[in-house]
């Protein structure tokens, strides 16, 4: 199965109301903001720490699909930086960093409509990403740590999920977006997920999966 072309989720998408859109595109960028937040980004990019974190916790603070006005100020800030006026050519790891911080712009720009299919890039993007590492790890002589733990995780995963074919992380971030979007079609009404105790267990499984691919980066940082 091709997960470019996964009719299941455009099914879910469909169904979803913008305020659930919303959310199924933040837990995605949530899957992918250890790298951002836990690897400092290179110095000439000009990125302030803050800004970063103010572009996470206003994309956090509002989640009815409208405008964000405070996420668009602090993207507004974020394109101040010398990173945007300049060509670059980032490493492995900055590369990853870069596509993190344009699923925030790609989320930003898309409020007030976030379509179907304005949904799906963002999520494409966190399946694109765990692929991307999957794939280069595959392909180089760098042992990242946790090989053993990875490698039986694929084996007990159901034929579902092992049907798509990826490795590790594209296995696992099709596993999560699949409890995310679960829950966010379960919920009544306009109840606000992320706050509640199956949003915050959600919130908690994204982080660890976050952080096992800021571990795994960090195992390909050039000095």
Not at 4 to 17: C, F, H, P
Not at 84 to 89: A, N, V, Y
Not at 151 to 180: K, M, P
């Amino acid at each position: 199965m091709d997960w470019r072309k996964d009719n299941g989720l455009s099914a879910q998408l469909t169904v979803m109301s913008r305020r659930q859109r919303n959310q199924a595109a933040y837990l995605a960028l949530h899957r992918l903001q250890a790298p951002l937040l836990g690897i400092a980004v290179p110095g000439e990019w000009g990125v302030d720490a803050a800004a970063v974190d103010s572009l996470i916790q206003t994309g956090q603070a509002q989640m009815d699909g409208e405008t964000n006005r405070g996420l668009q100020q602090a993207i507004i800030e974020l394109r101040s930086a010398p990173l945007f006026e300049s060509e670059i050519e980032p490493e492995f790891v900055e590369s990853f960093q870069l596509e993190v911080i344009n699923g925030w712009l790609m989320l930003a720009e898309a409020l007030g409509e976030l379509s179907e299919a304005q949904t799906g890039r963002v999520i494409h993007l966190a399946r694109e990403l765990a692929d991307y590492l999957d794939k280069y790890m595959k392909s180089s002589l760098t042992l990242v740590e946790g090989e053993g733990d990875r490698e039986r995780y694929l084996g007990s995963v159901g034929g579902h999920l092992r049907s798509y074919d990826l490795g590790y992380f594209g296995t696992r971030n099709l596993e999560i977006e699949g409890a995310c979007h679960e829950a966010i079609l379960a919920a009544l009404g306009d109840d606000e997920l992320i706050t509640s105790r199956v949003g915050r267990q959600l919130l908690d499984r994204c982080d660890e999966y976050s952080n096992q691919l800021a571990s795994a980066l960090m195992a390909f940082l050039t000095d």
